[in-house]
């Protein structure tokens, strides 16, 4: 299929029918700094905050204490403009259980950024023992090894994502249509990689959206109003390209923060390229039925270069920059298992009031259902959670 065939499977997004009904966002407490283009991974109930545009303090935010609390900072040689942060495989490295992160970046010809590929074996801070010596700390890796220098890439705004078959293949796509595939043990780049540079998008990749899918080797990759679906054969050391349905209003549009939930990709506001100006809507991507759409809430104000968090069927928005290029400190939550919840009881209420086919049958299915959360709360909702919800959406 062609580009062009792909967006002609389009539906409508702006039609009332296509309009995705999802739960407002809701304020956090403001960050301790204000930062943009920041990167963050999650670890149990901590979203662990990367540095980014204007700071280079790490933190950790607990979901559940609702707090910050300073990790660290990488060091004044590294200077942050769109660099990236993903969580390196614990089974690769002795780290006694520890989870570590793998921070990468830097482009000398355009932004001036040195480059700098650190790790950080991560102790929480949230611990009551104190931190043991070398955790915490951003270090070189094995062979003091640094991604896009010897090639020199553009690595600024490049996106990551860590897979294979045994998760030991770190995938980078960056500029102008370039996928880099590097061996997480060694820390080399594969080499002889069939169409690592063929990638059919027209726009030079920065900024955009990385999302895995179907595999370890899957992935979605969204430039602007340009979608394609990328597989690796690692046997054969190929890429293949399938083109899928664009969003014409993305046209230009960089900068937006992107997360995939049940097999839906959401993107949160973003900027107008040739207008330069901040967009404030929410869209959607259902990857199955290739549909776009338009969500029934937008951001509380015009927003580009938020960072995105995915934590216990919630979506964090952390930092950002407004229309005046002011770094932000908001924190806004978007909450899918209440919604869910709310969603899920309501369908299934319908379905009882058709099968239970006279008010009695009702009323007794009902009652039950009414004791059953006076005893549990909505035990039983979550239950069900994981099997429903992929049809609430």
Not at 225 to 254: A, H, T
Not at 373 to 382: F, H, S, T, V
Request: hydrophobic share 35%; net charge positive.
């Amino acid at each position: 299929m062609t580009q062009s065939e792909a967006k002609a499977t389009i539906k409508n997004p702006n039609s009332e029918d296509s309009l995705l009904s999802i739960p407002a966002l809701k304020t956090l407490a403001p960050l301790p700094k204000e930062v943009t283009e920041a990167q963050c991974v999650t670890i149990g109930d901590e979203i662990l905050i990367c540095g980014g545009g204007r700071t280079k303090d790490c933190f950790s935010y607990h979901v559940k204490k609702g707090q910050y609390k300073r990790i660290c900072a990488y060091g004044r040689e590294i200077a942050l403009v769109g660099h990236s942060v993903v969580l390196y495989p614990l089974h690769l490295k002795k780290s006694n259980g520890r989870q570590m992160l793998l921070s990468f970046g830097g482009d000398v010809s355009r932004y001036g950024a040195p480059y700098h590929t650190k790790w950080l074996t991560y102790q929480s801070v949230w611990e009551e023992k104190p931190i043991e010596d070398g955790m915490n700390q951003w270090t070189s890796i094995p062979n003091e090894v640094t991604f896009g220098k010897e090639g020199q890439h553009d690595l600024c705004g490049a996106r990551a994502s860590v897979g294979g078959a045994n998760n030991d293949l770190l995938f980078i796509t960056r500029k102008p249509q370039y996928i880099d595939v590097i061996d997480l043990k060694s820390f080399t780049y594969l080499q002889n990689v069939k169409y690592q540079d063929t990638m059919p998008i027209r726009e030079n990749l920065g900024y955009h959206c990385l999302v895995p899918f179907q595999n370890k080797n899957g992935m979605v990759v969204i430039q602007g109003n340009e979608c394609v679906l990328v597989k690796f054969d690692e046997l054969q050391k190929e890429f293949r390209y399938s083109p899928l349905p664009g969003f014409e209003p993305f046209n230009q549009r960089w900068g937006f923060a992107c997360a995939q939930f049940n097999r839906r990709i959401f993107f949160f506001g973003g900027s107008d390229f040739d207008n330069e100006t901040c967009m404030d809507d929410i869209i959607s991507y259902q990857i199955d039925s290739q549909l776009w759409s338009k969500c029934n809430v937008c951001m509380p104000f015009p927003i580009r270069n938020s960072a995105i968090a995915l934590v216990h069927s919630s979506i964090h928005l952390i930092g950002g920059m407004n229309d005046d290029y002011n770094p932000l400190a908001i924190h806004y939550i978007l909450s899918f298992l209440v919604h869910f919840l709310y969603v899920i009881k309501k369908n299934l209420c319908a379905s009882f009031f058709f099968f239970a086919k006279t008010p009695e049958k009702v009323k007794t299915i009902v009652t039950y259902w009414w004791k059953q959360d006076k005893r549990k709360g909505l035990e039983w909702a979550k239950d069900l959670f994981s099997v429903i919800a992929i049809f609430c959406l």
